[in-house]
Nanobody, 126 residues
């Protein structure tokens, strides 16, 4: 199984970025998917999770409202649209494949995710 993230980079505060993740080697359209992020020295943090068919999404921080997750099962691709970025969004962002079709109640703890990408760095300057 290969999981590859792309789309990270340097952006000014207030700007937008769209991250992509492509997956090969498993039945992508049968799995929930999620984005996580990590700042050096801190724990991995769940960002958003999406069910196998894209109909259900879960935001770890609903008040955030700046990020959205989507998927294209015909392309085995997952996306993270990030708007109104803040310096505190600076992190390495990871894509992970779920073990199940739906996001579990504890998805943000990384429970139920089997394969991970190498991550893509997002840096937001103030």
């Amino acid at each position: 199984v290969q999981v590859v993230e792309s789309g990270g980079g340097l952006v000014q505060a207030g700007g937008s970025l769209r991250l992509s993740c492509t997956v090969s080697g498993l039945a992508f359209d049968e799995k929930a998917m999620a984005w996580f992020r990590q700042v050096p020295g801190k724990d991995l943090e769940g960002v958003l999770c999406i069910s196998w068919n894209g109909r259900d999404t879960y935001d770890r921080d609903p008040e955030k409202g700046r990020f959205s997750i989507s998927r294209d099962n015909s392309r085995n691709a997952l996306y993270l649209q990030m708007n109104r970025l803040k310096p505190e969004d600076t992190a390495t962002y990871f894509c992970a494949t779920g073990r199940y079709a739906f996001c579990t109640g504890a998805w943000f703890t990384q429970e139920g995710f089997d394969y991970w990408g190498q991550g893509t760095q997002v840096t937001v300057s103030s």
